[in-house]
């Protein structure tokens, strides 16, 4: 089945096509689940202009954050973009366009994206600036604003362990953005823990089916922590 | 006198009953789950897609591929589930989850709640605020009832951008228990040594005192 | 964890509460992954005016249709309803309404009931007999219909393993509209193959959070084929 | 020589490419599974929940769980996923699916189809096919040329209720593969020894004959 063969070997062929102003849509929440070798790829290649959509945008020194020094990226569109001084400094100097997205509402939009439903009700952000030109309507009584789907010429995925065909299973809340990544980009790149054979990974656990992944690539990963927060031993 | 960060927490835990699946914001609303009540269990929900959330982890437990909303590092509870930010936000949109505490910088009469963005400040981002506002039937908003300043907080219109239109029933400050029905603030609670008079005073929207009003019990 | 136990002994005490004229979801796909028992409960209990949300109909003697007979239900909105005589008999002569709803757009729908979003747009149907009715708008050049959600008083699940607390595995095609009912249900009512203790299912691997559930049940089932199709051992 | 059921489905079956994954409807659709040509490999996927679908199983491996959207037993390949229906027609509708081949009553020279309904007669509904015309970019639909007694199937205009609108660009018949375009019919392949005069007088549609039209090659 060679035409299903997703692997790629290096991460200049994970990103090949890549060129200045395109969408790319990222996986992630904080700094868990994050395609953190996909975005130092990027941020080597040094494509500009990027339109990025993500739930956060990293730290100063790891994960998206990692696009801001030479000024990569032009416009994010994400629920909260604390913990990033860089971050700030080009937002209030408008270098960078910020457009903030309810989180529920931003996975929502992703995953109509990948579902082929254009647009979709909510009413998440009715009555607030999230609301402002957009279309409202009753149903049953109640307020809803219009909220348009969202696709990606990128999509960049970390996942746990796949298949050679592009099954993936994601670990605990790494999962988080990722699946709904997966289907909204017109290519799906994915980054993974580990690569097993078609047929050792049971049907009902997969997460992400193959068919939305085009591109797949097996690394080692930091996983830096945000919070390390912990308790004593005994308590 | 005023009731500390934790004594907020803790008469918030006695609304909780058993069986509920819970979301708490990050600050005061996190601290909540410490005091649960004897022979009440409550499912923790964090909407980076985690329902079962556990204490934090030992230092051995330690895993970055397992964290709240707040990015901290937690464990799993028995019985717990993992699932993607969609079907999170279907949970808590959908109105499954049974209660929500949360965080405000402002409330109103109206049950507006104004809680991630301050003109002129850094805009940080309303996260998954304005979606578990809107999806929730029940959320209890804790705050201090005033400024440091004196400023109110409770409102007969929100002056700050809003993260939810009326959408707000209960407010617990570090004052008094409030429910907000029919466009005004009503007086349940104040918190113990704290005079009704004070209450009004530092409230702005109209206040409803019915009544004797109790202090609260812990 | 008492207030998270979802278990109930019985098929009365599975299905309590639900009286004539209330609208039920069922999950299942043809005959498979159908909650064959809770159907036969209702048809025991003789429920009527019954509105019925559910891809098929069953067949004369087994699933939903053992419902038919009685004339227990008033309307049922589906995709397909063949393979069913008196079903036929019924919407030939107008006791039975039938509302024919696109497969994936009655996937969609259940979806968005359980989801909180009261309506979403999608192309399929548009300018087809489906769309009558419905608003059409466009987006990016293409046409596409306003599809509203769909909620239930009750919604019926079979499922494979489940935990106490009502987190559940479903096994092969027997997923189908499962997962997506679940949601859906003011009241959801799962009956499933084994019941094990919280903390035995991976939680990674868990298809539907036990949150949707409200009652559990253990059962043993028929598993009726429709279709028996096999080759010969050799082929 | 008009093609049999299983040469329509051998024809079908030459425009698959390695690599795709592709949805067969019931009927001639289904048999296009038994043509696929050497060196190429496709996924098939099952509306109801299935990305990989084997082979029919022996009485051994029946499982009254793994069925396909014919409800039919079915078996499951090496590197098959399971999903519910929502996912399914997410994939569908996405416009994931590479090639959808599925049958019809007729279809016109604006891409129109109607393979569902009959008024009249029985309905029994349309299943996921209005989902699949809608969502795929891909599209072959597999018919008769004309009815038994002669009646046309290509059609200037649908008669019959639409199945979709404007989403079909390939027919295959037991006659001719035809593309849609512009408005019009373009006929592109006759089956052997069947004479393009005899395909125009089954067409009811706009029929364009540009050049010299090929027999199909199997």
């Known amino acids: ?235 | 006198m005023a009731l500390t960060r934790d004594q907020i927490a803790q008469r918030v835990a006695l609304e909780l009953q058993d069986g509920f699946y819970v979301n708490l914001g990050i600050g005061i609303p996190t601290r909540v789950a410490n005091f649960i009540p004897q022979g009440i269990d409550v499912m923790l929900q964090s909407e980076n897609g985690l329902l079962g959330m556990g204490a934090f982890p030992t230092e051995a437990e330690v895993d970055a591929d397992l964290i709240n909303a707040g990015k901290q590092t937690v464990t799993m509870v028995a019985g717990a589930s993992i699932f993607d930010s969609a079907e999170s936000f279907a949970m808590i949109r959908g109105g499954h989850v049974d209660l929500t505490v949360l965080g405000a910088f402002e409330v109103d009469v109206n049950g507006n709640i104004a809680s991630y963005m301050i003109p002129g400040k850094l805009i940080k981002g309303m996260g998954g605020a304005m979606d578990l506002v809107a999806g929730a039937d029940n959320i209890i908003v804790t705050m201090t009832h005033a400024s440091k300043h004196g400023a109110a907080k409770l409102l007969s219109h929100c002056t700050l951008p809003l993260t939810g239109k009326g959408c707000i029933k209960k407010v617990l400050t570090d004052l008094a228990f409030i429910e907000i029905k029919a466009g005004k603030f009503h007086l349940l609670e104040r918190a113990p040594g704290v005079s009704v008079d004070e209450i009004i005073k530092l409230t702005q929207g109209e206040l409803v005192i019915s009544g004797e009003i109790p202090e609260m019990q812990f």
Chains 1, 3 share one sequence.
Not at chain 1, 86 to 100: A, D, K, T
Request: proline share 4%.
């Open chain 1, 1 to 235: 089945m060679s035409g299903f063969d997703k692997v790629v070997h290096s991460y200049e062929e994970a990103m090949a096509g890549l060129t200045d102003n395109m969408t790319i849509i990222s996986g992630g929440f904080g700094l868990c689940g994050i395609p953190e070798n996909l975005i130092s790829e990027i941020k080597h290649k040094g494509t500009r202009g990027l339109t990025l959509i993500s739930n956060n945008c990293g730290v100063d020194d790891f994960g998206l954050g990692l696009l801001l020094p030479a000024r990569q990226i032009r416009k994010i569109i994400a629920s909260y973009v604390g913990e990033n001084a860089e971050f700030e400094r080009q937002m209030m100097s408008g270098e960078l366009s910020v457009e903030l997205t309810p989180q529920g509402t931003l996975a929502e939009k992703m995953r109509a994206g990948g579902a082929g439903i254009p647009a979709f009700y909510t009413a998440t952000g009715v009555g607030t600036p999230v609301a402002e030109g957009k279309d409202e309507r009753q149903f049953n009584g109640r307020s809803y604003i219009l909220e348009e789907a969202i696709v990606a010429d990128f999509a960049l995925v970390k996942a746990w362990k796949a298949d050679r065909y592009g099954n993936l299973i994601f670990r605990k809340t790494a999962r988080n953005f990722n699946p709904l990544a997966a289907t909204a980009g017109k290519i799906t790149v994915v980054e993974v823990e580990e690569i097993v054979e078609p047929g050792q990974l049971d049907p009902d656990e997969i997460h992400t089916p193959g068919i939305y992944v085009n591109r797949l690539i097996q690394s080692t990963f930091e996983k830096r922590i945000e919070q390390r927060t912990t308790r004593a031993a005994g308590e």
